[in-house]
């Protein structure tokens, strides 16, 4: 493993670290700490390795599941919360975020060799509620993955 290594993994933590909880608080803090400068932070900034890594970490860190639970938690804590000012605006972001209010839109192919027209009502029907059972069994296991 280079020297480099393990300072571009700190620097990559580093940068997926919330602002207020980031130690040291400032890059040119953090660039004394891993014993470089500035410059080459900024110099690995531009590298499509350093670059991918960041990309890959962040979506991991503030895309995870527990992050996306907690939001929901407090959503869902102010949105039943008649005191609080943004009820209304949080409970709107609460259902929106777990699809309750609005359906999604529904795509249907027809490859059963007929064009959608000349499918019967009983046709149209079943594959329509077939869709909206796997369609509910999506959301369900999603919704189950962020509860844990």
């Known amino acids: 493993m280079k020297d480099t290594d393990w300072r571009k993994q700190r620097f990559l933590e580093w940068?997926?670290?919330?602002?207020?909880?980031?130690?040291?608080?400032?890059?040119?803090?953090l660039a004394d700490e891993l014993g470089t400068n500035?410059?080459?932070?900024?110099?690995?900034?531009?590298?499509?390795?350093?670059?991918?890594a960041w990309e890959t970490l962040?979506?991991?860190?503030?895309g995870s599941p527990e992050k996306a639970h907690a939001v929901l938690g407090a959503l869902h804590e102010t949105a039943?919360?008649?005191t609080d000012p943004r009820q209304v605006q949080a409970a709107r972001a609460y259902l929106e975020a777990i699809d309750a209010i609005k359906p999604k839109k529904?795509?249907?192919t027809v490859t059963q060799g007929k064009a959608a027209s000349a499918l019967t009502d009983d046709e149209l029907f079943a594959m329509l509620a077939d869709r909206a059972t796997d369609e509910l069994a999506n959301r369900l296991e999603q919704r189950e993955e962020l509860d844990g």
């Open 15 to 29: 940068l997926c670290t919330i602002g207020d909880d980031r130690e040291p608080k400032t890059q040119t803090a």
């Open 38 to 52: 500035i410059q080459q932070l900024s110099k690995w900034k531009g590298e499509p390795a350093f670059l991918a």
């Open 58 to 62: 962040y979506r991991k860190t503030v």
């Open 80 to 82: 039943t919360d008649r």
């Open 106 to 108: 529904v795509d249907v």
